[in-house]
């Protein structure tokens, strides 16, 4: 046919196979319609004219082409059945869609001579489509499913569908370049991985990635069009020269995961882009956009670099745990704005920001090695509960790390990781934190292990926390340990300890810490005990000074008690309104929920017994479920110490008598003692709290592997903030956002057993690490093996199932009977007014002991570090220009090396060395405050560099200052300090001395021709000794040599600075005046 419309009808034909089919000549413009299937068994050409398929489904055995005049109408199927292989082609500059096309039946393999299209693509289980050697393209508009092998060559698939719900499955198999041009259409992957070899373009429509991972070796544009990250991770791996353009904000178009592990370069041709979770450079370059970067999660660099851009990194995560990590890069501006968010700076290497160092929100603990900043320092202050001094304040550290033995020796440990934290009434320099003055609930707990299996002696580790490094009682702990040698028996490798209380911080800038250290005297045989890193952490938190608090201890050591007898506190140490006691016994006025500590450390007198103590606590002489706790003391290789530890929330009834009692359960009383300071503390709940309280009275478990505990009684809840099934249950639903404080006790029975029981909280059944739980069981009559422990989870989601997981961790498992069991909950924001997930703002550094260093080469930087204090800070670039425009705070050092200019209107407390070389020229104090507050004695800079002139020069307590060719205009020198300036107003021969100053010990020289430091002054430069003494200053003189020498014309004066009186004692030593 040349001009007509022909119909192809095989409806009652016996056999209707073609071999080879061809449609129409040089001059056709027919248009053939198929009203039954086409079957051919050789090659089929569509050269002229209009093939009308409809529906009608087309098998071909041989070759597929178009023809530069020869077209299709309809999404029939197009099946390839034949074998071997056969080409697909199409002469159209835009491809004719031929349908859906199927690659099945027997084995073969299709490759394309041209570029093609097709309705949608299938490759059958033992077919392969190749765009062959030419690399040529195919466009789909529908779905594409592979079966078995696509070989992409270096050949384009365009998917241009124009509707949703698209499907592709690549089958493993690698796509060259990918590219999505339908306008309207919406693709997603089925499977959780795809690679592209070159580029992924997204020119219009809506692309959902693949769930796991997207290797891509090109270029990745969604210019036009919509990518969602789908959660995964788009890995980069070229080694040319790439780029990336999402075309998006900082809030659309946004990665997951990025990666760059490649030997090329990457440019973000953005101005702006997101990763809503981590990246990370492993290999190759990366330039970054030029304005800002956005980054939900960590940025760590192994391998490779990047290129700042001229831009801002910004780091936007509402979660803890986050690292930042740039390893030989250095960013251009840096900014943290993550309400309640955490991120942690290298470890210990060094660290460069080139522009302005930011923090509006959440917590950025810094490297302990050096931050350069080459901008200027804002870090925003808290309002609404973010980082203000208040109640509701907290800091969560936890190891991830450190595997330091525990020897004889002490152990200070530190808490490598920070998890959470709010508010500025808590610093953390490893590895002390230091506390503002309150009251605040503390809760430690370390796991560790031993490497010793040469003999199976006992190993004791004590716990104690030092508050301004004297160990205190309160809060102790002890753990205990039978090695395994590998013989046949119940043994351990591994324990836990810890311990809680609250505490009462009387001063600000008190360091508390934690020290672990072992008693026993066993051999370790070549082994260590050791931190376990991931199963341990401290929590502070602040509380509210104004509730009411009883504190009650033992005076001094006192014989334990047996039989569930009475603890009896002989000492009131704190009682607020609500609270009365007679001897043991601890009445409590008003019913609600309390926060209940204690801790019992029981000393021995060395013999052979094991011996095992547990206690409890009753209300009206009835038992508080979930309130048992226990200590094993062996008496044998100096295990000869206990202590008895609890923490948690019970609900008291009016007028309810509160008191522990003691029980041995295995052992001999006899030459046993609580020690001294052994104390309780009791926090009423203010009105408004919201708690929950879950029991387990009966039941078993045996947690060999971690098991998820089920509590069978809810004895209080507040449904306002948590849900709780009825019956059984193994979680607690949590209602609200926010942080929440939880508290779990268990004790456990076993009849022939040495075990040792743990527990840790978890969310959404992923483990906390910051806090567990745990207890030795001898079994054999030591078998009540019980403890309790608490941890804060911060920033809970609305619906966040929060659960005890047990494990035993000794070598040996086996089964436990539990017989009580509580697991209690407080949500903070029902007593604080806005803590830190809850509506906060403000921004909080972390100095981590480190050093930040300005060297910026511009004027007019500024230092505004909000409420977090520096620990060293350093000043130095000649060109450099910085203006503090709030109050600022080093608990170490603070030095001015090199400026151009300094100015400080505020309030500069150096708790550590101040030290300037800096002339006055480029200084100005005028208005602001120096305060120096080290405790110690030091110069602040010597006398050829350095002297300047103070708005107002504070000398803390304790603290002895000396300085040269310096002033002052005013002077605030604390009468247990002092001030030695030498060559004072930068005149020659004047000794100005404020407040105590002592000197014990050399040779203190008055005299005209030795300067104030011994150097001679003889041969010209001789001059003139004023000594000037503040008024009400003593100045004394001991054991020294003591020389005022001055000749008629040059005499030595001592006089008062204006007014006053002041006292000079001199005992001992030679005086020449």
């Known amino acids: 046919a040349t001009t007509t419309s022909e119909t192809i009808d095989s409806t009652g034909a016996t056999l209707a196979l073609f071999n080879n089919v061809t449609f129409g000549s040089s001059t056709s413009i027919s248009n053939w319609s198929l009203t039954t299937a086409l079957d051919i068994d050789g090659d089929l050409a569509v050269n002229e004219g209009v093939l009308s ?141 795809l690679s592209v070899t070159n580029n992924f373009t997204v020119s219009t429509g809506t692309v959902t990635m693949p769930t796991g991972t997207t290797t891509l070796s090109g270029s990745f544009s969604s210019v036009g069009g919509t990518f969602s990250h789908n959660n995964a991770t788009l890995l980069m791996t070229s080694g040319g020269v790439e780029t990336l353009a999402a075309s998006g904000t900082p809030f659309t178009n946004a990665f997951y995961n990025l990666t760059f592990n490649g030997s090329g370069s990457w440019t973000f041709t953005d101005t702006n882009a997101t990763t809503s979770n981590d990246f990370r450079i492993q290999s190759g370059t990366a330039t970054f956009p030029s304005g800002e970067l956005s980054i939900g999660g960590s940025l760590v660099e192994t391998g490779g670099g990047f290129n700042h851009g001229n831009g801002t990194v910004k780091f936007i995560s509402a979660a803890q745990g986050n690292l930042v990590d740039p390893d030989n890069s250095s960013f251009n501006n840096l900014t943290f704005d993550g309400p309640n968010g955490g991120w942690s700076l290298p470890a210990s290497n060094n660290m460069t920001v ?62 490598d990781t920070a998890v959470a934290s709010n508010g500025s009434s808590i610093s953390y320099s490893a590895p002390t934190s230091t506390l503002a003055a309150g009251k605040y609930l503390v809760m430690y707990s370390e796991r560790f292990d031993t490497t010793d299996i040469t003999n199976n002696q006992r190993v004791e580790i004590q716990s104690r926390l030092l508050i301004d490094g004297l160990a205190t009682t309160t809060g ?32 600000d800038d008190t360091e508390l810490a934690t020290r672990f250290y072992r008693t026993d005297s066993s051999s370790d045989g070549g082994g260590t005990t050791d931190r376990t890193p991931g199963w341990g952490g401290m929590t502070i938190l602040r509380l509210d000074d104004s509730w009411n608090y009883a504190r009650y201890n033992v005076s001094g050591e006192t014989a334990t008690v047996d039989t569930f007898n009475e603890v009896v506190w002989d000492q009131t140490a704190e009682e607020d309104t609500g609270f009365s006691r007679t001897g043991a016994n601890i009445t409590i006025t008003n019913a609600g929920r309390y926060l209940v500590t204690y801790t019992i450390p029981i000393t021995t007198d060395g013999g052979s017994d094991r011996t095992e103590y547990i206690s409890k606590i009753q209300l009206d002489n009835t038992d508080v479920e979930g309130s048992y706790v226990s200590t094993y003391i062996r008496e044998n290789q100096s295990t000869d110490d206990g202590v008895l530890s609890y923490v948690g929330i019970i609900n008291v009834s009016a007028s309810d008598v509160l008191d522990i009692k003691m029980d041995m359960t295995d052992g001999t009383i006899t030459g046993h003692n609580m020690e001294e300071g052994s104390s309780i503390e009791i926090l009423e709940l ?47 639903d949590v209602d609200v956002d926010g942080d929440y404080l939880f508290f779990a006790a268990q004790q456990t029975t076993n009849g022939g057993t040495r075990t040792f029981p743990s ?46 997981e047990n494990i035993y961790i000794e070598v040996d498992r086996a089964a436990q009977t539990l017989n009580h069991g509580a697991m209690s909950g407080l949500r903070l924001g029902s007593v604080f007014s806005a803590p830190a997930s809850e509506g906060s703002t403000g921004g909080t550094f972390i100095a981590n002991g480190g050093l930040v260093e300005f060297d910026s080469s511009d004027s ?24 503090l425009s709030t109050d600022a705070t080093s608990t170490n050092n603070f030095i001015l090396t090199n400026v151009s200019d300094f100015t400080n209107t505020q309030t500069v407390e150096v708790q550590g060395e101040f030290s300037t070389a800096v002339a006055s020229t480029s200084t100005t104090w005028t208005g602001g405050v120096l305060y120096l507050n080290s405790e110690t004695d030091y110069e602040i800079n010597n006398k050829l560099t350095g002297g300047d002139d103070y708005g107002t020069l504070q000398v803390g307590a304790n603290t002895d200052i000396s300085m040269w060719n310096s ?84 005499s030595t004066t001592v006089q008062n600075r204006g007014s006053g009186t002041y006292t000079v004692n001199i005992s001992g030593g030679t005086t020449t005046l």
Do not use: C
């Not at 973010?386 to 808490?415: E, F, K, M, Q």
């Not at 043994?491 to 009462?504: F, H, L, P």
């Not at 230092?863 to 620990?871: E, L, R, T």
């Open 759 to 804: 527990a840790r909280f978890s969310v959404n059944d992923v483990i906390s690490s910051s806090t567990s739980g745990g207890q030795f069981n001898r079994s054999g009559g030591a078998d009540q093996g019980g403890f309790a422990f608490g941890g804060l989870l911060t920033n809970l989601s609305a619906g966040d199932d929060i659960s005890l």
């Open 686 to 732: 203010p009105s408004g709290n919201e708690t929950i309280i879950a029991e387990a009275t009966t039941g078993e478990m045996n947690p060999v592997t971690l098991t998820e505990f089920a509590w069978d009684t809810t004895a209080f809840i507040d449904t306002d903030a948590f849900t709780m099934g009825a019956g059984t249950d193994s979680y607690v």
């Open 354 to 415: 080139l522009g302005d160092f930011t923090i509006a929100s959440g917590t950025a603990t810094s490297t302990s090695g050096t931050l350069f900043v080459g901008g200027s320092w804002n870090i925003t202050a808290g309002v609404g509960g973010g980082t203000s001094a208040a109640p509701g304040d907290y800091l969560i550290r936890r190891n991830d790390s450190d595997t330091a033995s525990v020897t004889t020796a002490n152990l200070n440990a530190g808490w």
């Open 476 to 507: 102790a702990g002890q753990t205990y340990v039978r090695k395994e040698d590998g013989s046949a028996g119940d043994w351990q490798r591994a324990a836990i300890v810890g311990g809680s209380a609250i505490i009462n911080i009387s001063n």
């Open 967 to 1050: 002033s002052s205009t005013v002077y605030a020198v604390d009468a247990s300090s002092s001030l030695y300036s030498q060559d004072h107003y930068a005149t020659d021969g004047y000794l100005n001395i404020f407040g105590d100053y002592n000197r014990t010990s050399g040779t203190e020289y008055w005299s005209y021709a030795t300067d104030f430091d011994g150097t001679d002054l003889s041969g010209g430069s001789e001059r003139q000794t004023n000594v000037y003494i503040e008024n009400s200053s003593v100045v004394t003189i001991t054991d020294t040599f003591l020389e005022g020498i001055g000749t008629s014309t040059a």
């Open 53 to 193: 398929r409809g529906l009608s489904e087309i098998s071909v055995a041989g070759d597929l082409s178009t023809g530069l005049n020869g077209s299709w109408t309809g999404v029939g199927t197009t099946t390839f059945d034949g074998n071997g292989t056969s080409n697909w082609s199409d002469a159209h500059l835009t491809p004719e869609n031929v349908g859906k096309v199927v690659i099945d039946g027997s084995s073969k393999t299709i490759s394309l001579a041209g570029n093609v299209a097709a309705e949608s693509v299938s490759i059958g289980a033992d077919d392969i489509l190749s765009a062959s050697a030419s690399d040529y393209d195919i466009t789909v508009y529908q779905d594409w499913i592979n079966n078995n092998t696509f070989l992409a060559q270096q050949g384009t698939v365009f998917f241009g569908a124009t509707s949703t719900n698209k499907t592709i499955i690549a089958g493993g198999d690698s796509f060259y370049d990918l590219t999505f041009n339908g306008v309207g259409g919406a693709w997603s992957f089925s499977e959780a991985n």
């Open 860 to 883: 007019g930087e500024t230092i505004n570090p909000g409420n977090s204090h520096f620990y060293d800070v350093v000043f130095d670039n000649a060109s450099g220009g910085w203006t």
